[in-house]
């Protein structure tokens, strides 16, 4: 098994910046990696993902309604990955969870392994 905590949500103005981090634990951290958001009423959406290249910078995929402001990335030593979030808007506003899948196409489409609990990120207008 493995265990996804999410952590460093929060609330920021619009424009400003949030990274979350997922730490990982339970079985070998070799599982390629997401990101999700969900808003009430709507279903959870792809974020981000990035593959399971240990020995590169894993290759990454994004969201069109991301691309160019969030970045995920991992550290395989300390079992995390992270989104870094900038260039924040209100409509980015969801409880974001962390996924790990077998590839990332499994992942982009929702074939996920393993869920975070989500944590919330609130961007103001």
């Known amino acids: 098994q493995v265990q996804l905590v999410e952590s460093g949500g929060g609330l920021v103005q619009a424009g400003g910046s949030l990274r979350l981090s997922c730490a990982a634990s339970?079985?070998?951290?070799?599982?390629?990696m997401g990101w999700f958001r969900q808003v009430p009423g709507k279903e959870r959406e792809f974020v981000a993902a990035?593959?399971?290249?240990?020995?590169?910078?894993?290759?990454?995929y994004y969201a069109d309604s991301v691309k160019g402001r969030f970045t995920i990335s991992r550290d395989n030593a300390k079992n995390t990955v992270y989104l870094q979030m900038n260039t924040l808007k209100p409509e980015d506003t969801a409880v974001y969870y962390c996924?790990?899948?077998?590839?990332?196409?499994?992942?982009?489409?929702?074939?996920?392994?393993?869920w975070g609990r989500g944590t919330q990120v609130t961007v103001s207008s």
């Open positions: 339970g079985r070998t951290f070799n599982y390629a």
């Open positions: 996924a790990g899948g077998t590839t990332t196409q499994a992942i982009m489409n929702n074939r996920v392994n393993y």
């Open positions: 990035i593959s399971l290249s240990s020995w590169s910078d894993g290759v990454t």
